[in-house]
């Protein structure tokens, strides 16, 4: 094959950077988490090569420009040997490895040939992605290694990512007041105190596993059918039609009628995710949080592809936003936010759901769809 019949995906500045999944640091890492700041990739191939050993070098030299706050350095590597010749390594905070054996992240983000599996046609590039996970420039390698100083040329005029587009970028979100009243508010947060909740897991390669580190929090399933009905009806009353006027999106489902509780006293808080990016999660469209309770310092939710601000909302109000959008809860630091938190979608989301659920035979689906809660008809 030429290399005129090589098809490569090309990324230009504006472009959304696709999302994409590689090992890095012992985990099947999504780097698209750390949207926020900017990241810097170098598609430099093999560490054998001494173009490679020089960008890496170059990075390692101004390592303070990778703190995990301002930026962050990816170098992705195709070939086996820098991982097991220790030819590279992650030097934290800041710098990490991804091993890329299988080209993937080189196909989508066109270091290597869409339409080849092996080494023909690797292109060696660095790529500047922007805190909100679009491309900001690319710089191909050059013979004459000016490509390392145009890259962190580029990188070093960038404004502080709060503001690279020179102002607060706001994020999707809807603020909507008093969907619960204060007795409602009260009664949840006395249910879930009253049984104290369970530790609450994330979803890893669509299995539920405990991770203190990335996620503290405990929750409590509402039991009660007329209690499940009311809070149904309040929701498709104060929050339903917002969506469908904003979004243009029809909720006809709603899951997981839950009371959470993020505590000082286990350290809670959430670390950026998404809401819907696994086979288990994937029907949901919104996610729906509503506090309960204000005597609490910290625990604020932020979505960090657009601005680092938190929001803390006041009892009984809600904040709703799509469940793609990334988004954290900051560690609270005194006393507990208490917090009613469903997911809602619509007929389409059923559907896959319902397909998920399907693929999952002949073995016996999850116990309440591994957390999902019934799924109910919101009237």
């Known amino acids: 094959m030429s290399d005129d019949q090589l098809i490569y995906a090309n990324l230009a500045a504006g472009d959304p950077v696709p999302w994409i999944k590689q090992q890095c640091q012992g985990i099947h890492f999504a780097p698209d988490a750390m949207a926020g700041r900017y990241l810097v990739f170098c598609f430099y191939g093999s560490a054998a090569d001494e173009r490679a050993r020089a960008a890496i070098g170059a990075v390692g030299r101004r390592r303070d420009r990778f703190d995990d706050a301002r930026a962050s350095f990816f170098g992705v590597s195709t070939d086996p040997e820098d991982q097991t010749l220790g030819r590279v390594k992650d030097v934290m905070p800041g710098i990490r490895f991804m091993w890329d054996f299988d080209r993937s992240v ?27 996970f679009h491309v900001l420039a690319t710089v191909p390698f050059a013979a004459d290694g000016s490509d390392v100083d145009r890259m962190f040329e580029i990188l070093d005029c960038q404004p502080q990512p709060s503001r690279f587009a020179g102002f607060e970028v706001p994020a999707p979100v809807l603020v909507l007041p008093n969907v619960f009243d204060a007795g409602l508010c009260r009664h949840l947060i006395g249910l879930y105190d009253a049984d104290g909740g369970g530790e609450s897991g994330v979803m890893r390669n669509n299995v539920g596993v405990l991770d203190r580190t990335f996620k503290s929090r405990k929750d409590y399933s ?8 009311h809070v149904q009806g309040l929701i498709a009353r104060r929050v339903l039609p917002e969506i469908e006027k904003l ?23 959430f670390r950026p995710h ?5 086979e288990i999660t994937a029907h949901r469209r919104f996610a729906v949080s509503i506090n ?3 005597d609490f310092e910290g625990g604020e939710v932020s979505f960090p592809e657009y601005n680092p601000r938190g929001i803390k909302a006041p009892p009984g109000w809600a904040v709703v936003f799509p469940c793609a959008a990334l988004h954290m809860v900051s560690r609270v630091t005194s006393g507990r936010r208490y917090a009613f938190l469903p997911f809602v979608y619509d007929e389409a989301g059923a559907a896959i759901r319902q397909a998920y659920l399907r693929s999952l035979q002949p073995a016996a689906a999850p116990a309440g769809g591994a957390g999902l809660g019934g799924e109910a008809l919101v009237a």
């Open 222 to 229: 509402l039991e009660d059918p007329k209690l499940v009905g």
């Open 247 to 269: 979004f243009f999106m029809k909720v006809t489902r709603m899951e997981r009628y839950m009371v959470g509780c993020y505590s000082a006293e286990d350290g809670g808080h």
């Open 292 to 294: 309960l309770n204000a």
């Open 106 to 132: 080189s196909r989508a983000l066109g270091a290597a040939p869409k339409n080849r599996g092996d080494a023909v046609g690797h292109r060696a590039f660095w790529m500047i992605v922007d805190p909100s």
């Open 274 to 278: 998404r809401d819907n990016n696994s």
